[in-house]
């Protein structure tokens, strides 16, 4: 079974300061330990492995005693930290590893006297994957002329813009029969308001273009717009 190693335990204090075969013992029972990291301890076993004396195993077990919890009869360990560094946390409920992970974990709870590290971990299985949902692309529905009309004159009189005659119904026209596409690549149009206000706006930038005059020049863009509409209805 392959495993993921944390190798900053070479910089931790408290790895450092364990004994040689301490941090053989601490290594072992890492890679050793099941999916869940639990193992079942034999000193037996270990000694024949490790070829360290059974009674240096029990006082390694000792030592490294903070990195680990026992269970009830102190047979078995649980390596406190191993979910974490393998990165299996938080367990999601979509994932079959996972969930045999969390049974052990059930399983395994009330004979580690309700660890609060195993409780932790099990309050905060996720049950449900969150899906990410893409934005719902918004369908372009190309306006009316009237429409257009409507917020032509609206958004001009907002910018004290004096348009050209028939501004609007050439810009109409303009994008019905490029199939409403703008700039050199022709990429659909997502938002005619858009172009109504930088047709605008490029009027406003050129100079004595009426935009700050007084009340006439109000007047004669207004005059002028309400013929526009005259024209569109009559259309």
């Known amino acids: ?35 869940a990291g639990f193992y079942n301890l034999n000193s037996t076993f270990m ?3 490790l070829k360290i004396p059974a009674k240096n195993i029990v006082s390694c077990i000792k030592e490294i005693g903070k990195k680990i919890t026992f269970n009830k009869s102190g047979k078995k360990i649980w ?10 946390l938080p367990l999601d409920m979509n994932n079959g590893e996972h969930k045999k992970i969390k049974l052990i974990l059930e399983k395994n709870f009330e004979d580690f006297n309700d660890d609060k590290g195993i ?11 969150k899906k990410k949902t893409a ?3 918004k369908t372009f529905i190309k306006p009316t002329l009237v429409e257009m009309t409507m917020y032509g004159i609206e958004y001009s009189t907002q910018e004290k813009v004096t348009m050209p005659d028939d501004w609007i119904k050439q810009l109409y026209n303009h994008y019905e029969s490029n199939g409403w596409k703008i700039g050199k690549n022709k990429t659909p149009m997502k938002d005619w308001k858009g172009a109504v206000r930088n ?3 490029r009027v406003k930038k050129k100079p004595n273009n009426g935009g700050g005059q007084g009340g006439s020049g109000k007047i004669n863009k207004i005059t002028q717009a309400n013929k526009d509409i005259k024209d569109v209805v009559v259309d």
């Not at 190798?7 to 890492?30: C, H, M, N, R």
């Not at 390596?79 to 299996?88: A, G, I």
């Not at 409780?119 to 994957?129: A, R």
């Open 199 to 201: 047709a605008v706006l």
């Open 135 to 137: 934005t719902p692309r």
């Open 1 to 35: 079974m392959n495993r993921i190693t944390n190798t900053d335990k070479w910089k931790d204090e408290w790895f450092l300061a364990l004994s040689p075969f301490g941090k053989l013992v601490f290594v072992f029972l890492y890679e050793n330990c099941n999916e």
């Open 79 to 88: 390596v406190d930290n191993f979910l974490f560094y393998q990165k299996q």
């Open 119 to 129: 409780m932790f971990i099990l309050n905060n299985v996720e049950t449900e994957k």
């Open 47 to 49: 000694e024949s492995q």
